[in-house]
Structures are given as structure tokens and as C-alpha cells.
């Protein structure tokens, strides 16, 4: 078992290296020149959308999820392990500079996620339960090859209802085995593993406005009980964290990273786990994003956006300050969620070991209704069969089973793998396509600076096809479609 661990882990960084990590940076630093920076310009936006009355239909029901629904449902996948056991597995590989590293690529970052939610929202569709879009349906009709929906939509499934939330399984039971004083007992993975597919099943069957409901509640709560304790340490330590802030700094520029082969690693270290984090540019969030009834597609691309802001800079940053301000000899530090877990029990005592696991039940849990909601998503692109979906229920539920019982190296460095193929199948499908969504982003600021609550329908833009929504489903009385010199122009 080890020997696969350690293949996959040499075949994962020889890809990232030499494949995932140039056209991630790249396309990251092209899309935020084009749109203007985007993602620092329209940030009031952001919260002005976050807050939207949620469009409804004819008899008055709500279409599908709120924006802010939405919001949850993907910060429900993007705040999880990775922000503490990830985090904790950056600084003790990378050092502590991965985490500028991280900072940095979420900016940038935040263009990606802008352009990939906002066509996801353009080419979404209706089921039954409100909407449906993401990467393969934005590949399936903005670039007219399902065939490479149908690959995204394999490798999603694999990667995130499968080996993700085998992670996230794995973490709770390993949270739960290092609070326990009296040492692990042996019938604790099973255990852990059979309440978790209980509670998973018990969810989803109920659709995606139950995962709605439930991540509703359970993302601000974990977000806030995370966000206590960590405040807690920081302030038990504040003369530190000018400390801090310069050991992070310094060991993302200090001369021994740039003269040496160190600076590489530490460079892809923040920018694997970052994005294993807040993930930008994945092409998991535009299946979430894409399940918002918004007058505008931009709205959720902004919402999004906001999105990998909350996860890396606030979730992702205390973790950081956590672990520095407790532990600053990291000289052979544990990785994962043990280095975490190690820093909080130094600061606070060992109760609060019992305390972190349950933030960690909540952060894990939530991720993995998140992860499963993508998968779903992705197995109604592939077949509406109610036999397929129940079979892809079954698997989701074991999968979180076996991760409580399975070793965690081996699904971290899968997990690892499948992330840069998803990755890169997405980020050429935006790089195609990000064209359509500067079209959308001039749209969205020419009715802004006329004073307008943006609204579209596909008359506005009709040269853009595969547009299958968008034509009534907004309330749109009165709204005068503008000349096209008036629309605006960005850079």
C-alpha cells in the first residue's frame, strides 16, 4: 500500500508541476486582465448579490435555491478538511510560506471562478427540483462537445463524491481516534463509517432543497464555532502574529527557498492545496452556482467569487495562524489535521480537542452533502434513469463508509491526481469560452451604471447560442433591452 501511496504522490507532483501549474497561473493572471479585475472591482457586489430576493414563478413559488443558498451549498464543499487538515498539510510539507502562496493564487483565482460560474449559469437547465448547469453542460452547449461533458462528468463523480468525501470520512474518524485519551479502539472506523452513510443517505434521498436546507444551516454555524476558537488562540497570542506574518513572508522569498529547488515546492504545495481548498477554477462550484434562480448570470459568478474569498482568506488563514502561533518549530510536524489538532490542544488544553471535533464533524459533513450535490448533478448529465441515480446514491453513501476504515495517504494523493485532470479539462473549457463571459460581465456593468438591478434574457446577447433558459423565467416587465452602445466596454 505504501509503495501505490508514494507512485501516486510522484506521479501527482511531476503533473501539477510540468502541466496543471502553468495553465492555472496563466489563465488565472489572463482572465483578471481581461475583465478588469473583476474580482476586486465589483467586490461590493458581491455582497449587494449575496442578499437577492430569490426570482419566483408563476404561482409564486420560488424558481429553485436562493443565491445565498447556492453560496452554502458549494462553501459547504469548499469549507472542509482543507482548510484544517489541508492547511495543516501545506505548512508541514510546503512551510509556512505555502500559505502566501495560497493567498496569492485565491486572488487570482477569483477570476476563474468568476468566468466558470457565470457561464455555468448562462448554460444551466430545469429539472424537476429548480436547475441544473456546470462544466458539462457549458461544454455541451457553448462549445458543442458533449463528448468532453460526458469526461468532465466521470472524472467529477470520481473525484468528489468518491475520493473527496472518502477524505472528509477519513478526517472525522481520525479527528475522533486523536481526542480519545484512552487510545483508539478497534471497532471506531467502522462505527464512525456506519453513522456517517446513515446520516448521508438520510439527506440526500431528500433532494437537492434538503442538502439546501441542512448546508444552510450548518455552513454559518461551523463557519462561526471555527472562527471562535480561532480568534481565541490569536488573541491568547497576539504578540505573534507580527511574527507570523513574517516567518510566512520570509519563507515565501527567503533566499534559501530562491537559491535551492525548495521555492518550486513550496509554490506548488500553496497552489495544490489552495485550490483543494477554495476551488478555483475546479469546476466544482459552477454546479452549485449554477442551481440559483438570479436575474443575471454575473450575480452568481460574483457570489462564487465571494466564495473562494471566505474559504482562503478567513477559513484557510486561521487554520494558518492556529498552527504558526503554537507551533513555529515545524521541524518534522505531523501533516494533516494531527499538526491541527497538536496546536490547538498546546493553546488551549486538551478539551479542546473535543471541541475541534465537532467543528470538524460539521466542516467534513457538510463538504460531503456538497460533494455528493456535484456528483448529482454531473449523473443527471450523463443519464435522468432513476435506476442510475439510485445506483450513484448507493456508491456516494459506501464511499463515505469505506473512507472511515481505508488509509488516508493513499486517498489524499488519488484525490490529488483526479483534482488536476478535473482541473484541466475545466480550465481550457473557461479559456474557450471566457470570451462569452465578458460579454456577460459588459451586460451586467452598462445596467449597473444606469442605475439598474442587472436583468437578463438571451434577446440581449442573441448572438450567444446554446442559451437554453433565460427567455421567461425571470420577472422582466418594463426592462428595455439596451442598444449595444450603451452596453459598455471592459478591458
Known amino acids: ?45 458581491m455582497f449587494r448579490t449575496l442578499t437577492d430576493k430569490t426570482p419566483r414563478d408563476e404561482h409564486g413559488a420560488p424558481q429553485s435555491v436562493s443565491a445565498f443558498q447556492a453560496f452554502t451549498i458549494s462553501a459547504a464543499s469548499r469549507v472542509g478538511v482543507g482548510n ?85 470520512a477519513n ?33 440526500i434521498f431528500g433532494g437537492v432543497r434538503r442538502i439546501a436546507s441542512v448546508t444552510q444551516t450548518l455552513v454559518p454555524l461551523m463557519a462561526l464555532l471555527y472562527l471562535l476558537i480561532g480568534l481565541v488562540i490569536v488573541a491568547l497570542n497576539i504578540t505573534e502574529l507580527p511574527a507570523v506574518f513574517a516567518t510566512i513572508f520570509s519563507s515565501a522569498f527567503g533566499a534559501q527557498q530562491v537559491t535551492g529547488a525548495a521555492l518550486g515546492y513550496v509554490i506548488l504545495t500553496g497552489i495544490k492545496r489552495g485550490m483543494f481548498s477554495n476551488e478555483a477554477g475546479l469546476g466544482s462550484a459552477p454546479n452549485a452556482g449554477a442551481s440559483a434562480a438570479v436575474t443575471h448570470p454575473v450575480k452568481q459568478g460574483l457570489v462564487q467569487t465571494l466564495g473562494v474569498y471566505f474559504d482562503t482568506f478567513l477559513i484557510c488563514s486561521i487554520t494558518a495562524f492556529i498552527v504558526l502561533v503554537a507551533a513555529p518549530d515545524l521541524t518534522g510536524a505531523a501533516k494533516g489535521i494531527a499538526l491541527t489538532q497538536s496546536a490547538i490542544s498546546s ?37 435522468t434513469g432513476k435506476r442510475v441515480l439510485a445506483g450513484y446514491r448507493i456508491i456516494a453513501v459506501l464511499a463515505v463508509f469505506a473512507g472511515s476504515v481505508v488509509s488516508a495517504d493513499i486517498v489524499w494523493n488519488l484525490a490529488d491526481g483526479i483534482m488536476g485532470i478535473m482541473a484541466l479539462i475545466n480550465l481550457v473549457a473557461i479559456a474557450l469560452l471566457s470570451g462569452v463571459a465578458f460579454k456577460l460581465l459588459r451586460d451586467y456593468t452598462a445596467q449597473r451604471k444606469l442605475g439598474r438591478d442587472p436583468v437578463f434574457t438571451r434577446d440581449r446577447l442573441p448572438e450567444i447560442s446554446g442559451v437554453e433558459q433565460w427567455a421567461d423565467e425571470q420577472s422582466v416587465t418594463g426592462v428595455i433591452p439596451l442598444p449595444k452602445s450603451e452596453r459598455g466596454h471592459e478591458q
Open 347 to 383: 493553546s488551549l488544553g486538551p478539551w479542546a480537542n473535543v471541541l475541534l471535533t465537532i467543528i470538524i464533524f460539521l466542516l467534513a459533513f457538510s463538504s460531503i452533502l456538497g460533494n455528493y450535490y456535484y456528483g448529482e448533478s454531473n449523473i443527471e448529465f450523463l443519464s
Open 84 to 168: 484544517i487538515a489541508g492547511v495543516g498539510t501545506a505548512i508541514a510539507v510546503g512551510g509556512p510560506g505555502a500559505i502566501f502562496w495560497m493567498w496569492l493564487m485565491a486572488f487570482i483565482g477569483g477570476a476563474s471562478s468568476f468566468v466558470e460560474s457565470s457561464l455555468a449559469q448562462l448554460y444551466k437547465t430545469k429539472d424537476a427540483s429548480g436547475f441544473r448547469g456546470g462544466p458539462a453542460y457549458y461544454m455541451e452547449r457553448g462549445l458543442g462537445a458533449r463528448w468532453l461533458g460526458v469526461v468532465f462528468s466521470a472524472v467529477l463523480i470520481v473525484c468528489f463524491p468518491i475520493a473527496f468525501s472518502s477524505l472528509q
Open 171 to 203: 478526517t472525522i474518524q481520525a479527528t475522533l481516534a486523536g481526542s480519545l485519551t484512552a487510545g483508539t479502539p478497534d471497532w471506531l472506523p467502522i462505527a464512525t463509517g456506519c453513522v456517517l452513510a446513515a446520516l448521508m443517505a438520510a439527506v
Open 1 to 45: 500500500m505504501e509503495a501505490i501511496s508514494n507512485l501516486l504522490a510522484q506521479w501527482g507532483d511531476a503533473f501539477w508541476t510540468w502541466l496543471v501549474l502553468p495553465v492555472v497561473v496563466a489563465l488565472g493572471l489572463y482572465l483578471t486582465v481581461r475583465s478588469g479585475v473583476v474580482q476586486f472591482r465589483l467586490l461590493p457586489d
